[in-house]
């Protein structure tokens, strides 16, 4: 049962006194003053000097989804709006927070999930730890990634045969990548020993002519190269 409490102020504005509908009077930061009769509200000039105070306001208590405990606020409450208190908070593995890289690769979300779809998931923004002149990181909460994953995909099969599928193109492309190269080194390798085989000619001569009495001469038959000689 809750008292209805009234604020007088007095003409000479020298003191603040509450004074409730039962014969009680509490007086703000001095000390307690004699009972004034609730009929006192009631007597002029004071009666257009009372004004109802503001209600009580009572806290709304958040629940602990881990714990079942009523907590204010949190650091996923705050963030992420997820409703884990501090106490709970398991940084390394259930509220891990992952990279927006991570959760488009791990989860095959595209940038419309993340930041288009309602909800729009929330982050928070640090710096790249590996170094610092790098662009800022963007970091979800892995709990909220696989949710709106399963929302996408529609059940965690479905995302596993999709990845699945993901992967095997990418091997079939690793692969056709790998061929491509095994084929370059082939030809380059044929080019050349083709090159080394036509720099390293033998001439092939044909039958030796008598130029000049001891002086003779032969005619490559391939490259038309002429070998000219003395006999004795």
Same mark, same amino acid.
């Given at each position: =049962?809750?008292?209805?409490?009234?604020?007088?102020?007095?003409? @000479?504005? #020298?003191? !603040?006194?509450?004074?409730? @509908? !039962?014969?009680?009077?509490?007086?703000?930061?001095?000390?307690? *003053? &004699?009972?004034?009769?609730?009929?006192?509200?009631?007597?002029? &000039?004071?009666?257009?000097?009372? +004004?109802?105070?503001? &209600? !009580?306001?009572?806290?709304?208590?958040?629940?602990?989804?881990?714990?079942?405990?009523?907590? $204010?606020?949190?650091?996923? $409450?705050?963030? +992420?709006?997820?409703?884990?208190?501090? @106490?709970? /908070?398991?940084?390394?593995?259930?509220?891990?927070?992952?990279?927006?890289?991570?959760?488009?690769?791990? %989860?095959?979300?595209? #940038?419309?999930?993340?930041?288009?779809?309602? &909800?729009?998931?929330?982050? *928070?923004?640090?710096?790249?730890?590996? @170094?610092?002149?790098?662009?800022? $990181?963007?970091?979800?909460?892995?709990?909220?990634?696989?949710?709106?994953?399963?929302?996408?995909?529609?059940?965690?099969?479905?995302?596993?045969?999709?990845?699945?599928?993901?992967?095997?193109?990418?091997?079939? =492309?690793?692969?056709?990548?790998?061929?491509?190269?095994?084929?370059?080194?082939?030809?380059? !390798? /044929?080019?050349?020993?083709?090159?080394?085989?036509?720099?390293?000619?033998?001439?092939? %001569?044909?039958?030796e002519e008598n130029i000049d009495e001891d002086t003779y001469k032969k005619t490559c038959t391939v490259c038309g190269h002429e070998l000219t000689y003395e006999k004795m």
């Amino acid at each position: =049962m809750g008292l209805h409490l009234y604020c007088i102020v007095l003409e @000479n504005f #020298d003191r !603040v006194k509450l004074v409730c @509908n !039962v014969p009680l009077c509490i007086l703000v930061k001095i000390p307690v *003053i &004699p009972i004034l009769d609730a009929r006192f509200y009631h007597c002029s &000039p004071f009666k257009k000097y009372f +004004f109802p105070l503001a &209600p !009580v306001l009572e806290f709304d208590y958040l629940i602990c989804g881990d714990c079942g405990k009523e907590f $204010m606020d949190s650091y996923l $409450m705050q963030h +992420f709006d997820w409703a884990t208190c501090d @106490n709970c /908070r398991d940084v390394e593995d259930k509220h891990k927070l992952i990279t927006r890289t991570e959760a488009k690769e791990e %989860y095959l979300l595209k #940038d419309c999930d993340l930041d288009k779809r309602e &909800p729009v998931l929330r982050f *928070i923004v640090k710096k790249n730890p590996h @170094n610092s002149r790098w662009g800022e $990181m963007k970091l979800y909460l892995k709990l909220q990634v696989i949710k709106r994953s399963l929302e996408v995909w529609g059940s965690e099969e479905a995302l596993q045969e999709a990845k699945e599928l993901r992967r095997d193109s990418r091997e079939k =492309m690793k692969q056709k990548k790998f061929d491509k190269k095994v084929k370059e080194l082939r030809r380059a !390798v /044929r080019s050349s020993l083709w090159k080394k085989e036509a720099s390293i000619h033998e001439h092939e %001569y044909g039958p030796e002519e008598n130029i000049d009495e001891d002086t003779y001469k032969k005619t490559c038959t391939v490259c038309g190269h002429e070998l000219t000689y003395e006999k004795m």
